[in-house]
Nanobody
Framework: QLPLVESGGGLVQPGGSLRLSCAAS????????IGWFRQAPGKEREGVSC????????NYADSVKGRFTISRDNTKNTAYLQMNSLKPEDTAVYYC??????????????????WGQGTQVTVSS
């Protein structure tokens, strides 16, 4: 389990924006695929977006395409999820997770071994 820390969650009105950050401590993030996942009350954890170790490949859930953008800055050992045009159905705890690049690029939560503690995103008027 590698230490990952999410930040940037909060309460936002529908149509608003938030940027989540995922910071790594004590290891280099550039050797890992990073994924953002979310879990709403009573629902299973689902993939939101993933990015390859060098940022060349990305993947988005259909529900967030065109609204969310994943990125990473390996010099800062941090990955980001820019969330625009937020909807009430985006309300969930958001987690970042890491997967060794040697295992290949994928975006299924079952393939990620290291997880952050999560950050709450609430979209409500």
């Amino acid at each position: 389990q590698l230490p990952l820390v999410e930040s940037g969650g909060g309460l936002v009105q529908p149509g608003g924006s938030l940027r989540l950050s995922c910071a790594a401590s004590g290891f280099s993030l550039n050797a890992f695929v990073i994924g953002w996942f979310r879990q709403a009350p009573g629902k299973e954890r689902e993939g939101v977006s993933c990015i390859s170790s060098n940022g060349a490949n990305t993947n988005y859930a259909d529900s967030v395409k065109g609204r969310f953008t994943i990125s990473r800055d390996n010099t800062k050992n941090t990955a980001y999820l820019q969330m625009n045009s937020l909807k009430p159905e985006d309300t969930a705890v958001y987690y970042c997770a890491a997967r060794s690049r040697s295992l290949g690029f994928m975006c299924d939560p079952r393939g990620f071994g290291s997880w952050g503690q999560g950050t709450q995103v609430t979209v409500s008027s």
